[in-house]
Structure formats: C-alpha cells, structure tokens
C-alpha cells in the first residue's frame, strides 16, 4: 500500500496480539486504518521459528483455551489445538508425583489424593479457591492487591504446597521465583487455568498471530517500518525516512514508550531445546522442579503435539529462570540434569537451540491495575501492559483501543 503523506484516519503501530486485535475491530466497524509492523511477522513476543524439521517456539509459551474474546476471533480448524493434560508433573527430588485436576483428569483422581505433595486440608482449600475463582474478572475485583505468597498464606495454604507446586507452577507462568506478582493477576490465571488448558497449535505458537492475521486485508498491513518520530498533530517518521500522517494513533507494545511516562518491566528467561529418543512417562504434562536451583520447568512439546518435530525424536524445552550461567556452562548442565531425571546417556540428548529472552513476562506487581491507556483524544496506548500480561489481555486492549477512537 501507498505511503505517502496523505492523512489516514487511524494508524496502527505493531501487529501483536493487540495491534492485530485493533486492526480486526476497525476492519469490523468499516473504519479505514493503516497496520504498520517493524519486522516481517506478525505476533511480537509470541512466535515459533522453524529449522531443522523442528519448531521452535520463542521461549516456552502456551495458549490458554479459556481466552473467550480471543477465542472469539481465531478459526480453531485452522489451529487444531493440541492440549496438556491439568495439572503437572513434580519432582520432589526423588522421584515425580502428579498433582491433578481430578475433576477433569479421572484418570490420575488416585494419584493426586495419595500424593504428598499436599495436605488433605490443602487439597480441600485447592477446591474451595477453584470455586471460589470460577468466572474471576480483575476489574471486578475490588479486595486489597498483595503479592501471590501473600495471597496463598491468607487462603490457609501450607508452606510445602506453596513450595511444591505454587511456586513452582506459577513461577513458570510469571518467571518469578519470589511469588511477588499481583495477587489479582494469580487469580486471574489461576481462573483461567481452572476453566481452560494448556494448550499448543500444531504450527507452534506462531499460529496464534498468524490466525489473527488472516482476518485483516493485507492492502492495510505495512511491513518493516520501524517508527522513528512522533511529530505534532501525529505526523509520524521512520527510519526508513518515510513519513505518514494519522487522525488516530493507536500505539502497542514497545512503540507505548513514544507517549508514556511509565516503562513496563519484565520478567527475563532462558530457554534451551534439546532433542532426544528418549521416551518419557506422562510427557503430556507440564514438569515441575521445586528442588532444582537451575531448571524451573520442563515441557515435551512432541508429546502433546507431534507436528513440532518431523523427525522421529522428542523435543524437550527447559526453562530457566535467575540464571547467570554462559550458555555453553549451562548446556552442559543441564544435560546432567535430563539424565538423572529421565534416563539415558548425554548422547542421548543433541542440543538444538538457545533463547535468552530479556522480555519474556510482563512484570505486576501489586497495585498495578490503575494505568489509564489514554493519552489524548488522537493517541491511545494498546498492549497487555494496560489490561494483564496474557495473550488474552493483549487482545481486549487491542479491540478496547479500536472501540474508543
């Protein structure tokens, strides 16, 4: 599409979750805009790559069927969604043990009660908090905002549950060791969880923007233009030198920073995939290590969903968090590690690929949910930052952008 100087009613900075949402809700309502990406995919932060006959998700994500509004615009044909089974897998430092959705997982309901990994009284409270939570909304929430350890302490929980699997678990989803996040934001999750599951599209997680994507007429998409300058009256740079004019300016995710005198923070993570013959027990749940001061969780993507990988081995992703070891010191050790966990020798497992992701998790801490995204009448601020750090609340800004122009 032309470029030129002529005034386009709405322009749309970053086609993530939330600028792709946006530009879905304008092609909806007939409102001409402008999408406009600085690299050449859509998704931001959530994405696959692919080499080697295996995809390769950018760090260890997974999608949550319990997302409604954003369920709402994806073609789950096109998806097919492979799911991990609730609950997870947890290595006590002996050996594993499930700790399950019985309600959902009849399988494993005896395995879960004999597991000592929890309490009969914290089994009991796990229950209560899924009903208790059952259609949870943040913004209806109007209780003191305190961090996740508090919130658990105050709900009756044990240490040993807090330290077997809450913060094993939701550290995996936060990439915080401490449980300092919101305790809004943990009921918000924890909610989802307790309505949805894990979940991983047979194109890796690319699929999720790539499936947005396909909704918006392509003749409104610009590709690699990375803005520059934000002039009077939106008369917008980029580094290219090309120049646009905008009514509207919707800002998402990194190009927020043009406009906001708040820098969100994040969470940073490394994530290592290995391939290997390996076969594994119950591989379609996630894997906890509470004991382990290196790997936080592991997940086997192949078991749930195969198309990750055309040749006949597994693929294995291991998550770290608060590592500062090089990459090649941590390679080796974590190969030690999926030895003792899973057998096999250190041949046994080929290493494949290497993410450290400064910018893996949106930061919340309590207190966090009084932003306004509304700069002025012309200029709105989209992105998980301004609803909650999910997939599903990169959408809702996005579309709650396109409905305030």
């Known amino acids: 599409m032309s470029d030129s100087l002529s005034k386009h009613n709405t322009i749309i900075i970053g086609a993530g979750p939330a600028g792709l949402a946006c530009a879905i809700e ?10 406009i990406e600085k690299s050449n995919r859509a998704g931001g932060r959530v994405g696959s790559i692919r080499e080697d006959g295996y995809t390769f998700d950018l760090g260890f994500q997974v999608y949550n069927s319990a997302y409604e509004i954003t369920n709402s615009l994806l073609s789950f044909d096109d998806l097919k969604l492979e799911y991990f089974s609730p609950g997870a897998m947890i290595h006590d430092g002996i050996s594993f043990q499930i700790i399950s959705d019985p309600l959902r997982d009849l399988k494993q309901v005896f ?23 059952n259609g949870y909304q943040i913004d209806l929430d109007e209780s003191s905002d305190i961090s996740t350890y508090q919130y658990l302490s105050n709900q009756g929980f044990s240490e040993r549950i807090i330290e077997m699997f809450f913060r094993p678990f939701f550290s995996g989803i936060f990439l915080e060791k401490g449980l300092v996040t919101s305790s809004k934001f943990f009921k918000y999750v924890f909610s989802k969880f307790n309505n949805g599951l894990a979940c991983l599209p047979r194109g890796g997680m690319q699929a999720i923007p790539d499936c947005l994507l396909n909704r918006i007429d392509n003749r409104n998409i610009i590709w690699g233009r990375e803005l520059f300058k934000i002039g009077k009256q939106n008369h917008i740079s980029f580094k290219s030198g090309n120049s646009l004019k905008a009514k509207n300016l919707v800002l998402t995710g990194e190009s927020c920073k043009f406009f906001s005198k708040s820098i969100p923070k994040y969470n940073s993570s490394k994530t290592i995939y290995f391939s290997t013959s390996v076969n594994f027990i119950n591989g379609d749940y996630i894997h906890l290590f509470p004991l382990d001061g290196l790997i936080n969780n592991i997940a086997i993507p192949t078991s749930v969903c195969s198309s990750y990988s055309e040749n006949s081995n597994h693929l294995i992703s291991v998550t770290t968090i608060n590592c500062n070891l090089s990459e090649s010191k941590m390679i ?6 999926l030895m003792k966990y899973y057998g096999g020798e250190k041949k046994d497992y080929q290493f494949l690929k290497y993410f450290d992701i400064k910018k893996s998790t949106l930061l919340q801490l309590p207190g966090y949910y009084d932003l306004s995204n509304k700069v002025n009448e012309n200029v709105i601020l989209a992105g998980e930052q301004y609803v909650n750090g999910s997939i599903e609340g990169a959408v809702i800004s996005g579309i709650n952008a396109a409905k305030s122009l």
Do not use: A, E, G, H
């Open 332 to 337: 080796k050790k974590v190969k030690k590690k």
């Open 26 to 35: 304008c092609q909806n309502k007939n409102m001409q805009f402008l999408l």
């Open 111 to 133: 395995t879960t009660l004999l597991s000592n990994v929890s309490s009969l009284s914290d089994k009991i409270r796990i229950f209560r908090l899924k009903n208790q939570l």
